[in-house]
């Protein structure tokens, strides 16, 4: 996969493509990234990328001479040779929320250009007619779509074939079923007198894929209950949720052993 990201500031880039499985997917060839400055696509002395909103108010909009200039340039040297358009996408806060959905299916393409927003916005004409999609990663403001696009390249290059290795699989992860992931307990058995459960030490792998299986729901259930509407649950499973919600099991704020409380469910 080719990623062409187009952004203001590639230097804020650097930290987490050049390290973890970003960095190896790159050195491995699985996937490349050029990140292209905005600037560097405007012809006038003083390399001017935004101005002032037609019809006032405050903040600067992004021109879309640079952006379409930049853009047309990488679809033409792609030539995309899939039968769906190729995408082009922009990050901003009044995108599609982003998910693991869409993650999936963002990795079924050999290339995307990811453009990312700044300032108090962009320029309609780009939305109209020039992008493809509109990306969010969540309903709160961030200074630019650059951690956005980090976010999204990071979901989806972890998804494609060989980036994670044989150690990992991306199949157990939270979200990845549609269910929060089960606990995990590593070495050593007992620390500070906190055993691990002794079903992982059974060596009874039925017996612990249905602990697993246990805890994940009801791990969901408890924090993330609107998850389990659109979770692949068998007919059992959904019975015992119904039974665990009239139990009253799954009410209340969540909270750690630290006093730490925050409401089951994030409204805004
Ligand atoms: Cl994609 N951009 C900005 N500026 N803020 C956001 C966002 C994107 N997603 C959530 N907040």
């Known amino acids: 996969m080719h990623i062409d990201i187009l952004t203001l500031f590639p230097e804020m880039f650097g930290g987490p493509f050049n390290a973890s499985i970003l960095k190896r997917a790159v050195d491995q060839k699985r996937i490349s990234i050029s990140l292209h400055n905005i600037r560097d696509y405007t012809h006038d002395r003083h390399h001017t990328v935004d101005d002032y909103a037609y019809g006032g108010g405050a903040g600067m909009v992004l021109k879309p001479e640079p952006i379409f200039e930049a853009v047309e340039k990488l679809k033409a040297e792609s030539g995309n040779k899939e039968s769906r358009p190729l995408p082009v996408i922009l990050l901003t806060p009044q995108g599609r929320l982003f998910c693991q959905r869409i993650a999936r299916e963002l990795s079924q393409h050999s290339h995307l250009i990811l453009i990312c927003g700044h300032y108090e916005g962009v320029d309609e004409r780009i939305r109209q007619y020039l992008v493809t999609d509109e990306v969010s990663i969540g309903d709160y403001v961030l200074s630019g779509g650059e951690l956005a696009a980090m976010v999204v390249v990071d979901a989806v290059v972890r998804l494609l074939p060989g980036v994670l290795g044989s150690e990992a699989s991306p199949v157990d992860d939270s979200h990845a079923s549609g269910l929060l ?80 409380t925050s409401r089951s469910q994030n409204k805004p």
């Open 181 to 260: 992931e089960y606990p995990q307990y590593t070495r050593p058995e007992v620390y500070r007198e906190w055993s691990v459960p002794e079903v992982l030490l059974s060596g009874n792998h039925a017996r612990i894929a249905r602990w697993r299986r246990q805890q994940a729901i009801q791990r969901t259930l408890q924090r993330r209950p609107e998850l389990l509407d659109k979770a692949n649950l068998s007919l059992k499973e959904a019975g015992s949720i119904d039974k665990l919600k009239e139990s009253g099991a799954n009410r209340g704020d969540v909270v750690n052993g630290y006093g730490i």
